[in-house]
């Protein structure tokens, strides 16, 4: 189990850094034509350049007062990997946003570090519900069919609840299964109104919604 945990955390950071060049180039992933992609990194982003200007203060800083080259050097290297680390973090998020399908499928995403993906015949109601949870960005509590709630910079703004559980992925490999799913969305409602007007098209269509 613990050596999973390290792929899989190899795997999020390769990802992440990847992330960088698309971002550079303002590309999204896993967005296809006729897809709503919903950004979900408003309330990150102030803290994520907060954090890149201390680390970046840090570093300078560090240079002036350590008079040993050696210690500098590692220093500089660990600050630099923190850098990196925080700029591919929130490049995964820019360029993984969460979407809604042209199907009314939804997928529910942050960064490379959960990636859920819903089938709209397993939604039985989408809504804005504005949350402010404490704790840890990813809450999971098993009990009454599991509750997963996704937070992003101390809040959660819609809530899915869906007609059967879904299984998902933890971040360290461990799967869960969830039958209402909380996340953040800088604009809810966009996740509210596309959910119902593909899910509208695809039955004007005749075509099953899943």
């Not at 967005?31 to 979900?40: F, I, K, L, S, T």
Request: proline content about 6%; charged content about 25%.
């Amino acid at each position: 189990m613990r050596g999973i945990a390290w792929r899989r955390v190899l795997t999020q950071n390769i990802r992440s850094v990847g992330s960088l060049a698309r971002w550079a180039v303002r590309r999204t992933h896993g967005v296809r034509e006729g897809d709503q992609p919903v950004p979900y990194t408003g309330p990150q982003t102030a803290m994520m350049y907060g954090l890149l200007f201390v680390a970046v203060v840090e570093t300078v800083m560090l240079a002036l007062l350590i008079p040993w080259p050696l210690v500098h050097r590692i220093l500089l290297v660990l600050d630099v990997y923190t850098v990196l680390m925080v700029l591919a973090l929130h490049a995964g998020c820019v360029t993984r946003p969460h979407v809604v399908g042209a199907d009314g499928s939804l997928r529910i995403r942050y960064g490379t570090l959960l990636d859920l993906r819903i089938d709209a015949d397993r939604i039985a109601s989408v809504r804005v519900e504005r949350r402010y949870p404490d704790g840890k960005l990813i809450q999971y509590d098993p009990a009454d069919d599991g509750i997963l709630d996704l937070v992003v910079g101390g809040q959660t703004t819609v809530r899915v609840e869906l007609t059967a559980p879904v299984t998902f992925v933890r971040p360290l490999g461990g799967e869960g299964r969830a039958r209402v799913i909380r996340f953040h969305a800088d604009r809810p409602e966009l996740v509210t109104r596309a959910t119902a007007d593909a899910t509208a098209r695809a039955r004007a269509r005749g075509r099953p919604v899943s």
